[in-house]
Nanobody, 125 residues
Framework: HVQLVESGGGSVQAGGSLRLSCAESGSASMIYCMGWFRQAPGKEREGVAA???????SYADSMKGRFTISLDNAKKTLYLQMNSLKPEDTAMYYC????????????????????WGQGTQVTVS
């Protein structure tokens, strides 16, 4: 049973940085991909960035250049480095993972991930 635990959220002023982490445990087989999604109050959940275990990445257009996703396969930990944060980045950030090769091509969506964390709150003021 795959478990994902996010950490690193908090409150930061606009222009600041945060680094989110997501520790994966319980997977009997190798994780194929992991990703970050976010949901602001009153809005639908949206994709932030995703990464395959072999290193290919994909970003939502509004995050390109500001956010960097990375994966430490040995530590089974996913990271999201967020720089130049804006108030509109305020949201609950969720980690997601999948063992199957559902994510194909460059774009990604919630349907490509079957395991989800509980989320970590990011507030930018």
């Amino acid at each position: 049973h795959v478990q994902l635990v996010e950490s690193g959220g908090g409150s930061v002023q606009a222009g600041g940085s945060l680094r989110l982490s997501c520790a994966e445990s319980g997977s009997a087989s190798m994780i194929y991909c992991m990703g970050w999604f976010r949901q602001a109050p009153g809005k639908e959940r949206e994709g932030v960035a995703a990464i395959r275990s072999e290193g290919t990445t994909s970003y939502a257009d509004s995050m390109k250049g500001r956010f960097t996703i990375s994966l430490d396969n040995a530590k089974k930990t996913l990271y999201l480095q967020m720089n130049s944060l804006k108030p509109e980045d305020t949201a609950m950030y969720y980690c997601a993972a999948e063992r199957l090769r559902l994510w194909v091509g460059s774009g990604f969506s919630e349907a490509d991930f079957g395991y989800w964390g509980q989320g970590t709150q990011v507030t930018v003021s």
